[in-house]
């Protein structure tokens, strides 16, 4: 990188806006952290392990007390059936999506007459821009009778096929967007170098072009992914909430700690001895450290850490 | 070009120069339970239109948040389904404050039999929500339904409960707790419980549960009595509960009035009371105050005026209980002597 | 070099695919609009836009009013927070801190908007006491588009040709000058696309503002704190839990808004991007 001349107001300038983007993880990860100490003591490694979410009694006077912090008696905070629910529904989700989003991308670019592009482009970012509850609403009476009238054994749609559904659905512009951006940025002389050497126009893509913007494709699939893990309103209408209850197949209900978060926060407010509350931070706090460890390992499954191109 | 986003500049600064609040308005923030949002809705609009002084903003956010966030004063009233625990009232004394009575009915899908009303209890509910009764012509629910015999299939039952925090999920449980001691000892009461691992399928809001019971066949769910149309319209059954004299009970203004009425002497100044599973053979059990929480001390006289003005106004009979308000949500109105306590109670808010 | 017909075969038999797949999103959009405006059609009259959210229904002013004010600000925030964080990690800094950088804004992506909202709830509304408001909403969509319009802006800035900068460079011009004349216009395109998805994730955003902007039935006054804000999102997930089929054609109603909003702030900057730069940078 060139450093001549450099005008330093600009890069302080710069420079402290990448800071605060820098530090904002940081700021809002302490803030967990000395949030949720207390349930990080009292609930121990249970909270890895255990199945049961209880709240305990919040009518009784009876307490119970563990580490040196205080809950109401009763009260077990397990995050085992969230997090479960959690990766199953989001890599479900992407299993649907990524393909799917390479196809719609692809066919884009390369195959939708040039006239009709914007009306394609117009197409997803609309698709992006449904709100959440709306994919909920639309699922709740579209997509789980349908799948409980004509899939479910039980007659139950509500579960976790529905909420991977959603979330595919929800993630597929988001991915659209990028890799249709970074395969356009891309010279077209990939692909017509590809296509003199004999290729036919889709080995030209798969194997030219594709190739050459995988960091990009990859990096848009992290965002997708870090967005499903982390969608909230639309997997809580259709996702049937289970609770105590490990997912057990396809059509079983499951939960997810972001639906949990806000489904709950309301009931927590209402335990005296404020474990609740600062159990389900604790719960945010390993959706956080869970969004850690999914970049990292993408990270090193790419290029070894590299995003070289900084395309990703 | 330029002029389409001249004119979104335009219709920005027209909202923001919209804004200009009238000098002189109190400003009140109800929030909380989603039950009650509905009558206070109505109420609200109802009052503005006679009172423009004041300017109250509704929020349906769930009773935890409505306590909550009327302890930690962002809110001036909290509505709640429940009253406050006794843990909670010692750390932060709050007025607890009834405006109306409401009721819940447990309404199921079961093909050709929407119009014969189940009778259900306690102890069957108990059993169906704790994974311990499993198909409709079990014979636990056979021995209630004597004329049913026959006609209740041999199928799986679906029990839908809430997956948000709800005031619905308390009364409910609450009447499971009451009924039934294994659930006490269990899962217990709240605004949710940690229900038995068992598939029960949660569904978000009145709303999902009532979606849910709908699309799936064999399915039972406990649903706000404010929406009675909606099961109707959905064709769904509802049950004749058991209450406490052994009789099965229909949820209808009759039965959730005894049941109001046979626990008026009972309820206590502060009006903190369940009133599940209240006496007499005409009681329908599964009925509750709902609540506004109020702080006893408001930071000015102002403020401290508007407040008592419209929670004097919501229990009046001329004012909030007027049918007109509470038949939209099949609510009833509090019988006199306990407006009068509700009465005593907003006197007792203060100001500097 | 021939081609085996075999080999042809198989390219279109994927191209059918991916026309089909296309089809098969535009199918899905077309039911989840179809199913909203059937819905709200009860609701969709002129009257909708003028008087404030009252009772059963009313109209929608104020959340109208309301949402244009928390995106507008949450996206001038991200927007200069994003940007300038895209052009130091492009163009100034050390690439162990562009690496570190970049991979905190991509956590930051997988962060759910609940815990920033509740992070902003306990932290903003509580703790600092500002009570539901304006500031707090605007942050906490802030801060949850931020990755994507970072990110955006990062990639169009990083495509920016070699031979342009370089030649800039090579000309006498300084780093800031190439900077702001010869990369940032070219990248534009690459970052309001980055923004148009912000502003559609930031208008259809939900459980953030619950606990950040309240809900007001009101307009919005312009104080920055202790004033709550309404917004559509609210009236879609709390009408549709009306018993009043007034309130669920009214979510509806809100939902379409919604939709329709996106559509058109992406017709603006769309046909804006095209017009201004067309012929230029792929697009």
């Known amino acids: 990188m060139q450093r001549v ?7 302080y300038a710069t420079g402290a806006f990448a800071l605060a983007s820098f530090g904002l993880i940081f700021l809002m990860l302490l803030f967990l952290v000395v949030y949720a100490y207390p349930a990080i003591r009292f609930n121990g490694t249970a909270f890895f392990t255990s199945p049961i979410w209880n709240i305990g009694n919040q009518y009784g006077s009876a307490t119970v007390t563990r580490a040196g912090f205080t809950a109401q008696a009763g009260a077990s ?5 969230f997090v479960s629910g959690t990766l199953l529904s989001s890599f479900l989700a992407m299993i649907v999506a990524v393909p799917l989003s390479l196809l719609v991308a692809l066919a884009i670019v390369y195959r939708v007459p040039a006239a009709l592009k914007p009306l394609a482009n117009a197409v997803v970012e609309l698709m992006a821009g449904v709100p959440s509850v709306v994919y909920g609403l639309w699922g709740m009476i579209v997509l789980v009778p349908f799948i409980g009238n004509r899939l479910s054994p039980t007659g139950n749609g509500d579960g976790l096929l529905a909420a991977a559904m959603i979330l595919a659905l929800m993630v597929v512009p988001i991915m659209v967007a990028t890799t249709r951006d970074v395969v356009q940025a891309q010279q077209a002389s990939i692909y017509e170098a590809s296509m003199a050497l004999g290729s036919t126009s889709w080995q030209a893509v798969t194997r030219a072009v594709l190739p050459s913007v995988r960091s990009g494709i990859a990096g848009s699939v992290l965002l997708a992914f870090g967005r499903a893990l982390g969608e909230t309103m639309a997997v809580l209408m259709v996702c049937g909430a289970a609770i105590n209850t490990l997912p057990h197949g396809i059509f079983s209900p499951i939960n997810t700690i972001a639906a949990v978060i806000v489904s709950q926060l309301e009931s927590a407010l209402t335990d005296a001895s404020g474990m609740a509350q600062r159990s389900l931070g604790e719960l945010a706090l390993a959706l956080f450290v869970i969004t850690l460890i999914v970049n990292a390992v993408a990270r090193i499954v790419l290029h070894g850490g590299d995003r070289s191109g900084a395309v990703g | 070009m330029r002029a389409r986003r001249f004119a979104f500049v335009v219709l920005v600064s ?7 609040p009238a000098a002189g308005t109190v400003r009140l923030l109800e929030t909380g339970s989603t039950l009650l949002y509905p009558l206070m809705n109505l109420w609200v609009a109802a009052y503005q239109r006679e009172h423009n002084d004041i300017e109250i903003t509704t929020q349906g956010t769930g009773s935890g948040t409505g306590i909550s966030q009327a302890i930690s004063g962002v809110a001036q009233i909290g509505a709640s389904d429940a009253y406050m625990p006794d843990a909670a009232m010692q750390e932060h004394p709050m007025l607890n404050i009834p405006l109306a009575i409401s009721a819940q009915v447990i309404a199921y899908n079961l093909p050709g039999l929407s119009g014969a009303h189940l009778h259900l209890s306690g102890p069957l509910l108990a059993a169906i929500y704790g994974g311990r009764l499993e198909y409709w012509d079990d014979p636990r629910i056979l021995a209630a339904n004597a004329a049913l015999r026959g006609r209740l299939p041999h199928h799986t039952i679906v029990a839908v409960r809430r997956s948000d925090g709800s005031g619905d999920t308390f009364i409910f449980t609450q009447y499971l707790s009451d009924t039934t001691p294994s659930w006490r000892s269990g899962p217990g009461f709240g605004t949710t419980v940690s229900w038995p691992a068992s598939s029960t399928v949660g569904a978000n809001g009145n709303p999902g549960v009532l979606q849910t019971c709908e699309d799936a066949p064999y399915s039972i769910g406990y649903i706000g009595i404010s929406f009675m149309d909606q099961v109707n319209g959905a064709h769904l059954g509802y049950a004749a509960l058991r209450n406490r004299s052994g009789a099965y009970v229909l949820p209808t203004v009759q039965a959730i009035a005894a049941a109001a009425a046979a626990l008026v002497s009972a309820t206590p100044r502060d009006e903190r009371i369940s009133l599940i599973d209240a006496p007499g053979a005409g009681s329908y059990p599964i009925i509750n105050y709902e609540y506004a929480i109020v702080s006893a001390h408001q930071p000015t006289t102002q403020m401290k005026r508007a407040l008592a003005a419209f929670l004097g106004w919501t229990i009046s009979a001329s004012g909030g209980q007027r049918p007109a308000f509470l038949d939209a949500v099949h609510f009833i109105a509090l019988p006199a002597s306990i407006a009068r306590l509700s009465r005593d109670q907003v006197g007792r808010i203060t100001s500097p | 070099m021939k081609v085996r017909a075999v080999t042809r075969w198989t390219s279109h038999f994927w191209w059918a695919v991916s026309i089909a797949a296309l089809g098969f999103i535009i199918a899905i959009l077309l039911s989840i609009f179809a199913f909203v405006i059937v819905h709200g059609a009860p609701a969709l009259r002129p009257a909708l836009f003028t008087p404030v959210t009252s009772g059963v229904a009313g109209g929608l002013a104020n959340a109208i009013a309301g949402t244009l004010l928390l995106v507008s600000i949450g996206l001038v925030i991200a927007g200069a927070v994003g940007i300038g964080t895209a052009l130091w990690v492009v163009e100034y800094a050390p690439q162990w801190a562009a690496r570190a950088v970049r991979y905190m804004i991509d956590v930051l992506a997988g962060v759910p908007s609940i815990v920033v909202g509740y992070f902003l709830y306990v932290a903003l509304v509580e703790v600092l006491g500002w009570g539901f408001s304006l500031v707090a909403g605007a942050l906490s969509l802030a801060i949850f588009v931020l990755p994507y319009v970072e990110r955006s802006a990062d990639i169009a800035l990083t495509n920016v040709p070699r031979e342009l900068r370089e030649g800039s460079v090579a000309m006498g011009a300084r780093q800031g000058v190439t900077m702001l004349s010869i990369d940032l216009p070219y990248a534009i395109p690459g970052i309001l696309t980055g923004l148009l998805v912000a502003i559609g994730i930031g208008l259809g955003e939900t459980a953030p503002l619950i606990y950040t902007a309240g ?6 006054t312009l104080a920055p704190t202790h004033s709550p804000v309404g917004y559509l999102t609210y009236v879609v997930w709390t009408y549709i839990s009306q018993p009043f089929a007034a309130s669920h054609a009214l979510a509806y ?3 379409t ?11 603006v900057a ?9 012929g230029r940078g792929g697009r």
Request: with cysteine; proline share 4%.
């Open chain 2, 14 to 20: 027209v909202a923001l120069a919209s804004c200009a």
């Open chain 3, 257 to 267: 808004l919604l939709m329709v909003f996106v559509f058109a702030t992406n017709l």
């Open chain 1, 77 to 81: 905070f397990g995050s085992l059936v």
């Open chain 3, 215 to 220: 809900w007001s039935n009101y307009l919005p």
């Open chain 3, 270 to 278: 769309r046909s804006f991007v095209e017009y201004r730069f067309s």
């Open chain 3, 253 to 255: 109603a809100a939902a």
């Open chain 1, 5 to 11: 001349g450099t005008q330093p107001l600009l890069r």
